[in-house]
């Protein structure tokens, strides 16, 4: 009989158990089995955006850096540039006051002078220190000035003067602003015909 009483009680039981799954589970139920797979989910999620977070940081940090390398090395080219600057400044400034001489004295002795020094200068420094406009007004003013002869008029020669003058000018101020690459790729090429 205890074998009776013990069968029907597993018997009971797993009535309940069936009454129980057929009645099924409460819909809370679910979501409390989902709660350990959802804080999984959320915790990736959030590495996953600390991580892209972390990238674009040190994505725009790098970015920051070359631009500032970039910035330092712009100032040191412009800091080399500055005795090349000076030294443009009073080349053209001695190429100016001969063409300017040139053009303007009566006196033939200082007009061959400056005339000399006008090629004195075109074939020596100005070479090292004019960009290709300035070498173009030069050359320009140098037609009047052939074998240390006048072949312009004073008016002919004077605006060939102001057009060098505008041409050095534009140059220094273009010469600022440049690097020394820039520069030496803006500067006129001279070969053995020219």
Known sequence: MAQLEQIRLQNEKLGLELA???KGKPWYHALTQLVPIVTALI???GFSWGLIRYQDEQQK???EQEKQSLREEESREREFMKPWLESQR???QQALSAAATVANSDNAQRQR???EEFWR???GKMILVETKTVSDAMVDFGHCVENSRITCTRSEMNDLSRNLATAMAESMAATARMTFKEFAANQFKYTAGR
């Open 20 to 22: 129980d799954v057929r």
């Open 43 to 45: 915790a990736i999620a």
């Open 61 to 63: 940090n790098r970015l």
């Open 90 to 92: 009073e080349t053209y």
């Open 113 to 115: 002078q400056a005339a």
């Open 121 to 123: 200068l075109y074939q």
